[in-house]
């Protein structure tokens, strides 16, 4: 069998590869295809995954492709992770939306925005091709905003189109790990959209333990540290780290502003220190080198990630650190692709598996339009994906979700049809930007910024 990955010249190409090794038994894949529309990349980020692969006894083969055509010939599953604008849009993104005072993260708010912008028409026609060339196909979507460019797809007709995000299984695991048991063990209720969902129950066995996690201090303290004790139990769910984004929104633009660069600009100049210093390697040669350099850079980027809300290494001490050098691990976190894996293996052989993923509600939760893509616990088996009945929810998390679900649709509309005005309709719903004047001025920049991805809207 074989399997497609769009944006496989990314920094997370060699990560995937990893997860499939775990993986390529128990779903039977021989050919993993790597597609991109960056030659440099694909060619470096190629050779070190046939050097993970060459490690582990070549148990399948890697190809590389610059032609989507021939990456979707005969794919039975594609993985979408693409970056349209490239490490450079999402800096873009990023400082224009501090500059007008709101916060700029790439899937949430206005940067969620721009990054949609360039995302669904590239997304869109990808999506256009599979049906063509491989019309039975999957295509599981983790490019950002995942949620809304889900959204998008389905809306387009494209209904074999999942969004996956390994956070949507966070609480999950965080269960899993106080109660010291395997994650397969825990069955979550998981209700929300993409980067704003909470999990409301999980079940080892036919007991409800989360009620009991969350009165337990060492679980919050390790698991939801990001929020106070006291809201999570206000809340009464294991909240979903973007959340963060929304409860301490203040606290989080202050942190990033105090920064000497953002997220976005940190790691432009990472990735271009990572692909010089294989460069400096011949990777077919030297591939021990070439392994340890791409986990040390591993290491370096996920020192400071979200570091001002869970108390990481700073940007300015990480720094430091000039040259990428780890030891090469056996496995590594699986990530997205542990998600996309594990749906392929239970829709090819019947799983059943409990997971959470970004899918049309089709009246799982109450309040919701039965097309709204939601991110929400599913059971996957041979006969598809079936959304679990979630209900009514508390109103508090309905009202923003159907506030964020606005958002959404504008954004779509405003991006499908190239239209300014209802762009800044769509940046005063969301609740981060909410002005009149804000959203005008960060609609007029993006669209300046990325003219020549975009074209002129009217």
Not at 87 to 107: M, N, P, S
Not at 382 to 390: L, R
Not at 408 to 422: D, G, P, Q, V, Y
Request: hydrophobic share 45%; glycine share 10%.
């Amino acid at each position: 069998m074989k399997l497609a990955l769009v944006g496989g010249g990314g920094v997370r190409s060699p990560l995937f590869v990893m997860s499939l090794l775990n993986w390529q038994k128990r779903i039977g894949v021989d050919e993993l295809c790597l597609m991109d529309i960056d030659a440099r990349k694909l060619d470096l980020f190629g050779a070190v995954c046939r050097q993970i692969v060459k490690r582990a006894g070549d148990p399948f083969k890697i190809t590389t492709t610059l032609d989507a055509r021939t990456a979707f010939e005969g794919a039975r599953h594609v993985v979408t992770t693409i970056r349209a604008g490239q490490d450079f849009g999402r800096a873009i993104d990023e400082r224009i939306a501090l500059k007008h005072g709101v916060l700029g993260q790439e899937t949430t708010g206005p940067g969620g925005f721009a990054m949609a912008m360039r995302s669904i028409p590239a997304l869109l026609e990808y999506a256009r091709l599979l049906q063509e060339v491989s019309p039975g196909a999957w295509m599981y979507n983790f490019t950002n905003p995942a949620g809304l460019v889900t959204q998008a797809l389905r809306d387009s007709g494209f209904t074999r189109t999942v969004g996956i995000c390994d956070g949507a299984n966070g609480g999950q695991g965080a269960i899993a790990a106080w109660a010291g048991v395997d994650m397969a063990q825990v069955r979550a209720e998981v209700f929300g959209l993409n980067h704003l969902s909470w999990c409301r129950r999980a079940f080892i066995g036919e007991k409800n333990v989360l009620p009991a996690a969350l009165a337990d201090d060492r679980f919050l303290a390790d698991m939801q540290h990001l929020f106070e004790p006291d809201l999570v139990r206000q809340i009464g769910m294991h909240c979903n780290e973007y959340l963060y984004y929304y409860y301490y929104a203040e606290q989080a633009l202050q942190a990033v502003l105090s920064e000497s660069k953002s997220r976005g600009e940190e790691i432009v100049e990472l990735n271009q220190r990572l692909l010089e210093q294989l460069e400096e390697v011949d990777i077919e040669r030297n591939p021990e080198q070439a392994l340890r350099i791409f986990f040390g850079y591993e290491k370096r980027r996920g020192a400071t990630y979200m570091h001002y809300a869970y108390g990481g290494t700073s940007i300015a001490d990480a720094d430091r650190q000039l040259v990428f050098d780890a030891d090469i691990p056996d496995m590594a976190g699986e990530g997205y692709a542990g998600v996309a894996l594990a749906v392929i293996e239970a829709l090819e052989h019947g799983g059943p598996l409990h997971i959470a993923l970004n899918v049309p509600n089709q009246g799982a939760i109450q309040g919701m339009a039965r097309d709204d893509v939601v991110e929400v616990s599913c059971r996957v088996d041979g006969d598809g994906i079936h959304v679990m009945d979630i209900g009514q929810i508390p109103p508090a998390q309905l009202n923003l979700m159907k506030t964020i679900k606005l958002y959404e649709h504008l954004s779509i509309e405003a991006i499908l049809t190239c239209a300014r005005t209802k762009a800044v309709e769509a940046l005063m719903v969301h609740p981060l930007v909410l002005s009149y004047p804000r959203a005008k001025a960060l609609v007029d920049d993006y669209l300046n910024a990325h003219i020549d991805l975009v074209g002129e809207w009217k």
